[in-house]
């Protein structure tokens, strides 16, 4: 089948679970899966499963990608925290639907592997961070969108919703273990956080960084 074929295939999958928003069906058309693929799964680019990574990590599923996409509710002028760079193919994809997005991740292989990619594919709307993401992004919060890719306890932590603009929804996996994970929506009003439970997902942990020691100078 050619890579056009599997293409539509994955499209109309999509469409038939829930993934309606033609804006976010023509993002996840045009961003080339293959590029965030390692090679040993190149046959699978466009396959509607979660793909391994390097370092144990993984590339989500297209439908999970849809569907947080489209419920995180985007609109052309927002800036978007990321948490969970990964392969960058979710960035990818928010990337064609906002202004800009920022994107964290804590494994250094993974975010200069990201990076190369954005440069290949030319996409100049993405701006790259090494580091733990569940301190948010101070110097530019606060946000309208947060989305986060990887799985939290039962809380969200809290530097990220109190990064979270009046207006803001941010979409973040919840659960205490990989089989019983949500994704949860919260929304900010001004009376404080709305939180709805969406659909169950897998993926992988969240992990937070020790604070960096302060060196004493000898
Ligand atoms: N969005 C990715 C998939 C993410 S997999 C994609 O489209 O490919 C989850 C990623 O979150 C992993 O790369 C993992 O290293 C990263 N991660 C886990 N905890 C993190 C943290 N506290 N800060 C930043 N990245 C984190």
Redesign the pocket.
Known sequence: MTIDARKIRLLMALRQSGVTDTKVLAAIERVPREV?VPDAFQDQAWENTALP?E?G????QPLV?GLMTQALELHPRHLVL??????????AVLARLCRRVFT????KP?LGEAERRFRALGIDNITTRL????RGWPEQAPFLRVLV??AGGPEPPKDLTDQLAVGGVMLIPLGDGYHDQKVVRFRRTEDGLIREDLWPVR???????PPQQVRSAS
Not at 82 to 91: K, L, P
Request: avoid cysteine; charge should be negative.
């Open positions: 965030f990574i370092l990590q993984t590339i989500s990608v990321e948490v969970g760079t990964g392969s960058g193919y979710q960035a964290i991740e804590r494994l993974l580091g733990d993401g569940t890719t990887a993926f992988v942990p969240l992990l937070s960084d």
